[in-house]
């Protein structure tokens, strides 16, 4: 990962990273209305210790959570109730999924969210720094030809999700 415009590269779990931000994004997206805006950003960060952290922040101008959701937004198949929603929200899981592997990876996930007004995660994961050979071949990054000649079969029940994964 590089982050923050400096050049530098970090190694992490890419698996578990995109899983996170793959669950704070979709739900961004589901709650977003059109024309809303959803941000992604990230800095690095030098912590006490002299260690590197990555600091994340996801943002929207969604619908936002209640105080009441918010304290046990991380619980396992916990979802707020939306009156005007009329999508299947899905199953609840995705905030425990991003708590726990925030958790693994010895980081720290806050959010602060109102009612009518949007939603901001930040979340901050420690890094090593990653040695980098400018004279390797780079290896496809997201979005680039990695499935070229393959084929995948995707199963999801969320309109959303499925959009997303396309």
């Given at each position: 990962?590089?982050?923050?415009?400096?050049?530098?590269?970090?190694?992490l779990d890419s698996v578990r990273v995109e899983q996170i931000f793959f669950n704070i994004l979709s739900n961004s997206v589901k709650f977003t209305p059109p024309g809303g805006r959803i941000t992604l950003e990230c800095t690095e960060q030098a912590d006490e210790n002299g260690s590197d952290m990555l600091l994340f922040r996801a943002s929207d101008n969604g619908q936002g959570m209640s105080d009441e959701f918010q304290r046990h937004?991380?619980?396992?198949?916990?979802?707020e109730q939306k009156a005007d929603s009329t999508d299947g929200q899905g199953t609840g899981l995705g905030l425990a999924i991003v708590k726990n592997l925030v958790d693994l990876m010895g980081g720290l996930v806050r959010v602060n969210s109102e009612k009518g007004v949007g939603t901001v995660f930040n979340i901050a994961i420690p890094a090593r720094r990653a040695e980098v050979n400018e004279k390797e071949e780079k290896s496809p990054g997201p979005g680039e030809a990695v499935l070229n000649g393959r084929r995948v079969l995707l199963f999801e029940d969320n309109r959303i999700n499925a959009e997303i994964a396309e």
């Open positions: 990962i590089k982050c923050g415009g400096t050049g530098k590269a970090y190694m937004m991380y619980e396992a198949f916990s979802q």
